[in-house]
């Protein structure tokens, strides 16, 4: 009957995913970003799962995203971050505005967890 | 002011981060090993990550004062929760903890359970739950002392593996998950276009999109950890599911209608179960939980309105009994059998039919059980 089970295994994934995204977000802001980063890979990976869900975790992510309502592409970020050298503004600001997301969904699922 | 407060709040962090490893016990039993371990490094991980936010020069950068921020916050979030979980569970263990948790190993063997064995710690504010990062498993204070809710614990033990990663053992239930997850979605789907097409008002049309994200962020993962529960612990986790309603559920009807809520509705969770039940071959079984169930909701004084059967149609819910029992047979789990015996499981069941057989004397019966469980063995 408690929310804490079901939220705290996707709260870890919610937070890596956020963790990931402002250093891919530290990188391009101050331009030492490219397309052989260990961590935009990284990003790039998971996004992909998250653009084509096959688990719960991806599914949730997908909602998460989809929620948003920004109509985000997720594909065409995913094909951005694995070829462009240097991320546009524009891209800077798609990852801020997910990077702002998941952490309003991180906290919502604090407080759920903790039983608020 | 943003440097001067995380040079004042970091190296504090630190030092409540070093005091929490020195509060982690060095005698308990191994069943509490991995806990440790796991709460031991992340501590240590806590401690390198905020020296980060004071000694990594790129981050003293003003225009990545929000990434700084935000990663302050994780930080500190994950610090409060391994406080209030891992290290509390750790520090409070006693001999109720210990019997559980030998409980508890004896039940993962049994069911053949395909991840590591979680802790079981005593420190439940909120009935049974589970927090899959560290592996820790919340049950009542005195929980251990009884039987009837313990088939709950097998439903715990399902949701760690539903958010596993990169383990091909248990990879054909979370595709089996997937697949019906589509289905669910697919569902409220041609539900939405038939709406459109009826230009029906645009409430309705807001209620099934929360159905869908209902179904999307948590009513299957429930479903499907209802039904893993039933395949393993028998119809004893059928029975625990009338016994908490009863004892703690709201309208088993009801149906979200403005925000997407966290669990399917009681009687939706019961017509799963009883589906499963009918797949396992459990015929009498199901027709005696089924009987009690609907005395139970005839006796509420509500019923069941034409959203809630829009909501959860019978053939979608059937669906979801047989992709769940597909998926988690396929990575191995043992199959309840009505025969087995001198297993935890065969207790918790003989449990229930003692319950409705000699209502007046189970609690005496009981106390001689739990004994004979947690202190003899079967």
Sequence with gaps: MSDTGLYSGLYTKVRDVAALIDEVLMSAKLGSSSSTDSERNKLATQLAAVAAPTDFPTNYFSAVIKDMGS???????????????????AVICDLELLASTLESERTRMLSKMRGR | MLDAYFTGSVPQLIERSRELTAKIPRNLPRAYDALAQTARSRLNNLIAQFGSLIEDQRLLDKSLRPERLRKFKRLVSELDTLEATAILALRKAQDEDHRLNDLLE??????????????????????????????L????????????????????????????????????????????????????????????????????????????????????SEFYCDVFALI????????????????????????????????????????????????????????????????????????????????????????????????????GVHVFSPS???????????????????????????????????????
């Design chain 1, 71 to 89: 109509g985000l592409d997720l594909k065409s970020l995913v094909a951005t971050l694995q070829t462009s050298q240097s991320l546009s503004q």
């Design chain 2, 106 to 135: 004896r039940i993962t063997k049994e069911i053949a359970y395909p991840a590591v064995t979680p802790t079981v710690t005593t420190l439940s504010r909120d009935y049974f739950y589970i927090f899959p990062e560290f592996r």
């Design chain 2, 137 to 220: 498993l919340f049950v009542p204070l005195v929980e251990g002392h009884f039987l009837l809710h313990l088939p709950d614990l097998y439903h715990e033990l399902a949701h760690p593996i539903l958010v596993e990663e990169n383990d091909p053992i248990i990879e054909p239930l979370q595709h089996s998950f997937s697949k019906c997850l589509d289905e669910c979605i697919s569902y409220v789907q041609y539900e939405t276009q038939k709406l459109q097409r009826r230009k029906s008002p645009v409430r309705s049309e807001y209620m099934l999109g929360t159905w869908e994200r209902s179904w999307i962020r948590s009513w299957l």
């Design chain 2, 232 to 331: 393993t612990a028998g119809p004893a986790f059928a029975w625990s599911h009338l016994h908490l309603a009863i004892k703690r559920g709201e309208n088993p009807f009801v149906v979200p209608t403005v925000s997407a809520s966290s669990h399917p509705a009681d009687d939706a969770r019961m017509r799963v179960l009883l589906a499963t039940l009918a797949l396992l071959g459990l015929r009498q079984e199901s027709i005696d939980i089924q009987n009690a169930w609907r005395c139970f909701t005839g006796s509420l004084g509500v019923k069941a309105e034409p959203e809630y059967f829009w909501c959860y149609p019978d053939e979608l819910l059937k669906k979801i009994s047989t992709y769940a029992v597909s998926g988690a047979t396929q990575i």
């Design chain 2, 340 to 378: 087995e015996k001198g297993t935890v499981t065969s207790v918790l069941n003989a449990a229930w039919g003692q319950f409705w057989t000699h209502p007046g004397s189970y609690v005496q019966w009981e106390k001689k059980a739990v004994e004979k469980l947690l202190e003899a063995k079967c």
